[in-house]
């Protein structure tokens, strides 16, 4: 018989994502985003986030569904983000997901957003390694992951795999660096892919910013962790110290800019990619996934690939449209959950913005 068809259902931030997943194929997915009404905020704004999925549900259901080339009868369970994220954007995506699963009678698999960002490789490789160390670099959250593959049931039904988090940030997401970087030197939210552009024509090298938490002291108590507020507040200071050296109200300069995105942008990638192939060493595991929207920049990317390859790790990167929050990664969790004969959650399923790995 074939592999159950699963509908997955993303909301727990500005993406309204829908996919379609049979075994480890991705037959469709579409994206519906908030991002825009969110711009002159600087931010995500949750109220305007939860009626934006409200609005954008079943426009791209149908789309999901249409690229797929199925319908909503030929769905054979609905897995859903029942946590980490926003409160009021996680309860769209949870109601909607049980009217499905109720109104199909198919089980309802609540899944962790976090360890979805994970077991979206499976749609890329075909298998989850047996272990791996993750990176998750997102808006929202920064996570370095010790994950063992086999999806078992997690708190209140959630599917979850057995994941150690041997770090995370402790003040500012490495997403939410870039955005407050953007707005220091006066580029639009959401601000990783215009630090990314300029950093392009920046010297990485132009200044020597700080490297958060990997002093030998802090490396005993945060091995780890991050931290990108002092990092913040350097590049401040940096952009201060430039403006009083100019005449009042002048523009900061392209030439400028482009050095602190591309100095900042080192910084970021330096430490984010030291702690996660050190963590793979000392754990001795040879696989290393990343996940989340900054694994869309190029410089993360690049020294992170280059790090992997001089330790000998076997680095695995989905293709951007995976790694952004989308349904994709909430069916192809759902699909493993199924598999090992698990769920489903209780009709009951909870929400929680809160929800450990
Ligand atoms: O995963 P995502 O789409 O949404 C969540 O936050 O969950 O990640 C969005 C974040 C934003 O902070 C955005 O600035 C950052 O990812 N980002 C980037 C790049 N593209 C997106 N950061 C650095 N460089 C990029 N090219
Ligand atoms: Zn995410």
Known sequence: A????????ESSCDETGVALVRGATLLGHAVASSVDEHVRFGGVVPEIASRAHLEAFLPTMRRACEEAG?????????????????????????????????????????????????????????????????????????ELLDVHSPVHQ???????????????TLDDAAGEAFDKVARLLGLPYPGGPHVQ?????????????PRGLTAAHDLRRHPYDFSFSGLKTAVARQVDAHRR???????????????????????????????TVTAAQERGVQTVLLGGGVAANARVRGLLAERCEAAGL????????????????????????????LGPSPLELATDPGLPV
């Open 2 to 9: 074939a592999d159950p068809l699963v509908l997955g259902i």
């Open 70 to 142: 199925v319908t909503l009868a030929d769905v054979d369970a609905v897995a859903v983000t029942a946590g980490p994220g926003l409160a009021g954007a996680l309860l769209v995506g949870v109601a909607a997901a049980k009217a499905l699963a109720l109104a199909l009678d198919v089980p309802l698999l609540g899944v962790n957003h976090l360890v979805a960002h994970v077991a979206v490789d499976v749609l890329v490789s075909g298998a989850l390694p047996e272990r791996s160390v993750a990176l998750l670099v997102s808006g929202g959250h920064t």
């Open 154 to 168: 997690g708190r209140q039904g959630v599917g979850a795999m057995r994941v150690e988090l041997l770090g995370q």
């Open 197 to 209: 552009r300029a950093a392009e024509r920046g010297d990485p090298a132009a200044f020597a910013f």
């Open 245 to 275: 050296s100019l005449e009042p109200g002048a523009e900061l300069g392209e030439a400028f800019v482009a050095d602190v995105a591309a100095s900042f942008s080192e910084a970021v990638a330096d430490v984010l990619s030291r702690k």
């Open 314 to 341: 076997d680095l695995r990167v989905p293709p951007l449209r995976l790694c952004t929050d989308n349904g994709a990664m909430v069916a192809a969790l759902g699909a493993l959950v199924l598999a090992d004969g």
